[in-house]
């Protein structure tokens, strides 16, 4: 009860000083003729905690998009050698139309089609090169990921319980985490099935 009784007169002389400090600033204010400054929103600064719960929100964010980048990763990567392919056969659909087929005897063309085969060859090697290094490192970055996740979590759960001040906002922060580790848990489960049937 004493302790109680403490910290409420902590509190009360933490008011009575902020409203003095505010009430000599809209002095100063009125002398110097500008609009007075709300010192209690300056000096309201967050706490470890919750820049922490924020840093691990952003990685928690960024892991979910690795997750679901992973699975489709495959798709993306081969996007651009999909659309080289279908771009290559319709210019060559149209051509031979047009010139009823004597444009595969032009010296010109012969040159244009094999310089087309060896860059969409050189394509397709750097996607390979991408896919097995995306391979590699997967199960470092998804360990890395998980903890942010896990550990955001946890934080959020700390926050909700001890926040004394609902402006703290650690009721939206456990939202987004039980979201966000839900979205990966599935995601990172999809992941690891493509990833045990590459290997």
Known sequence: MAIKFKINEDENEA???????????????????????????????????QKWANTLLIFSIIAVIYALSYIFSGFVIGLPIAVLWIAWFIIVLIVTICTIGMIWLSDGWKSFNSSFMAFNESVGNATGVVMEFMYKIFPYLASFFGLCVIAFLILSIIGFKKQQDKKEGYKGKLIWAIVLTVIFVIATIFDIIAFTNLA
């Open 15 to 49: 008011k009575e000083r902020e409203q003095k400090l505010q009430q000599e600033e809209n002095e100063k204010a009125l002398q110097e003729g500008r609009k007075p400054q709300d010192l209690a929103k300056n000096r309201k600064r967050k706490t470890a905690k």
